[in-house]
């Protein structure tokens, strides 16, 4: 059989992989099979028209922000020709510098309430988290190494525990965790999420801020077909596109289509992958089956080990390690303009509850993991020159919630938008859910807030993994027995594999193109 690659999932790790497969081997057959019916997986944008003439609005459903560090995704920008459709977050606006953090009453202590993260000495002498961050930092400095035996895995927590302190730890290590990974701190491998804290404790002899103070020594950087991106993003702390993340993998979609040697499958679910001699068979839901010489696989780690169980036993192990977080994502639109509504700023996150996560969902307080300030980094989507965006004067804010993760899901309003449900005027009033989002809201940000112009509830059902301690190497270990196994010809790739970000992401679709043995 002439080789043939069966990509499975088209979010943006098998989008990422089909793509650098076709640009590297041009005559190759590639079947992307994706189980919905369109592609992107978790990257969906949607450009909502506002009633009572306040134009449209881009929302994001998944992620919005880019790092421009991210090497794989300039070249997908470059390659692509995205670089116009590209807006940048610069490193001196309000939005990069200012990032706060919501400290609830039960947390006792001077700092309570929303709580600037100060970002310059100034702001280090004013901001009553300074008595959690200085003495922690110092402290951190002259700590004797106090590493777990063998250099083992162990928990963000446990690592920013062992060497800031509890208080740090809660404080702001629970709340970053759960702005990236909806997840409990206690239960995130540091390995997986920041390994670039263990280099740098490892280089400081066992000390994070020693190991920043010593210069790391230069990785190469590999060779990415970047252009003038990195001129292009100087100055900017993220980015994102004009008409949102779905830029970026429709862009893949539509080259991928032009593409004669590349079929996408759309709605049909791969329900087993069987392998004989030197075949692949992939069994799709809707009774059709697919021959392949190889197969990289992008879905969610559970549905490959569900794939391949019945002839693996119980080495894939590995693939159902990592449980999932559930995020419901709140988007809303208040009239007038953010100064109205909110302080300039990114946004902010929450730390865990110091008495520990409610055991059953509260109708009162809807778990909340912070919220992201919308208009002040992403206003470039929803204005025109020469109207720019206005702190002061634009004419409606967006903003979006991030509720869920490691507590319980509330249940969901009966309609998911404002442009469903009752039409008529009289009945149209906000469901309980909206109505305690918007209550706590109006407690974090101290004031009153307008009935909101729309809003929306996106339910994201187990879209972002845990990695726990111990990912990095159970994941070595299941790539070494899958290349022995099937000879290099199945890789695996996705935010279950390698890591959440979208950086992570095209990187590790980037990997499995160029790993697969062909
Ligand atoms: C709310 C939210 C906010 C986020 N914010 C950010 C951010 O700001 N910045 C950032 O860098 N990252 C962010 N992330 C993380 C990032 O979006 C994801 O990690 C990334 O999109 C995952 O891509 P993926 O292709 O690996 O997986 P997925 O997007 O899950 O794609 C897998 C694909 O496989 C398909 N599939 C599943 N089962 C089958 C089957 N049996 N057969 C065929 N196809 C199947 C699915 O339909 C899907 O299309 C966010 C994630 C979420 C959920």
């Known amino acids: 059989m002439p080789r043939h690659v069966a990509v499975l999932g088209a979010g943006l790790t098998g989008l990422s992989s089909a793509f650098h497969l076709s640009r590297l081997h041009p005559n190759l057959k590639v079947t992307l099979i994706e189980g919905q019916k369109q592609a992107g997986g978790w990257v969906r944008s949607s450009r909502i028209a506002l009633p009572d003439n306040y134009g449209s609005v ?207 499958i759309y709605n049909s679910p791969a329900s087993s992958l069987e392998h004989g001699r030197d075949e692949f068979q992939i069994n799709l839901a809707g009774g059709q089956t697919i021959p392949a010489t190889h197969v990289i696989s992008t879905v969610p780690t559970p549905t490959l080990h569900h794939l391949l169980a ?61 919220t992201v300030f919308d208009s002040c980094s992403l206003a470039d989507q929803d204005t025109e020159t020469p109207n720019p965006f206005s702190y002061d004067n634009a004419r409606f804010t967006k903003l979006t919630v991030m509720v869920g993760g490691p507590y319980p899901t509330p249940s969901l309003p009966p309609f998911l938008s404002s442009s469903e449900g009752p039409t008529s005027p009289a009945e149209r009033q906000l469901p309980d859910y909206m109505r305690t989002v918007l209550d706590q809201l109006s407690l974090h940000l101290s004031q009153t807030l307008p009935d909101p112009v729309y809003w929306r509830v996106v339910p994201n059902r187990r879209c972002i993994p845990t990695l726990l301690p111990g990912h990095t190497q159970r994941i070595q270990e299941l790539r070494s027995f899958l290349d022995t196994r099937y000879e290099g010809r199945l890789q695996i790739a996705g935010a279950g594999v390698g890591g959440v970000s979208l950086g992570d992401c095209v990187e590790g679709g980037r990997k499995a193109a160029r790993n697969l043995v062909l």
Do not use: C
């Open 310 to 370: 019945s002839s693996n036993g119980d080495s894939l192990q590995a693939l159902i390690a990592s449980p999932t977080s559930t995020v419901h994502v709140v988007n809303i639109v208040f009239p007038g303009p953010p100064s109205s509504i909110h302080p300039a700023g990114f946004g902010y996150l929450i730390p865990r509850p110091p008495s520990g996560y409610p055991a059953n969902p509260s109708t009162s307080r809807p778990g909340f993991l912070g």
């Open 58 to 264: 881009l929302l994001e459903a998944g992620p919005r922000t880019l790092r421009p560090n991210a090497q794989s995704i300039l070249e997908l920008v470059n390659i692509l020709k995205l670089q116009d459709r590209v807006i940048t977050v610069s490193k001196d606006s309000p939005a990069a510098k200012a990032r706060y953090l919501y400290i609830p009453p039960e947390y006792g202590g001077t700092a309570q309430g929303l709580q600037e993260i100060p970002s310059s000495l100034f702001g280090l002498l004013k901001s009553p988290l300074t008595r959690t961050l200085v003495p922690a930092v110092v402290q951190e400095l002259f700590k004797w190494n106090n590493a777990p035996p063998d250099n083992q895995d162990e928990s963000v927590d446990s690592f920013l525990r062992r060497r800031f302190g509890s208080s740090f730890a809660e404080t702001f290590g629970s709340a970053i965790i759960h702005g990236i990974y909806a997840a409990d701190s206690r239960k995130v491998s540091i390995g997986a999420a920041f390994p670039t804290m263990v280099d740098a404790a490892n280089r400081g002899w066992g000390g994070l801020v020693r190991g920043m103070l010593v210069p790391s020594r230069k990785q190469d950087p590999g060779s990415y077909d970047v252009g003038d991106m990195p001129n292009r993003l100087e100055g900017a702390a993220v980015f994102s596109f004009r008409d949102g993340m779905q830029t970026l993998t429709d862009s893949l979609e539509e080259d991928l289509k032009r593409n004669s040697n590349v079929e996408i």
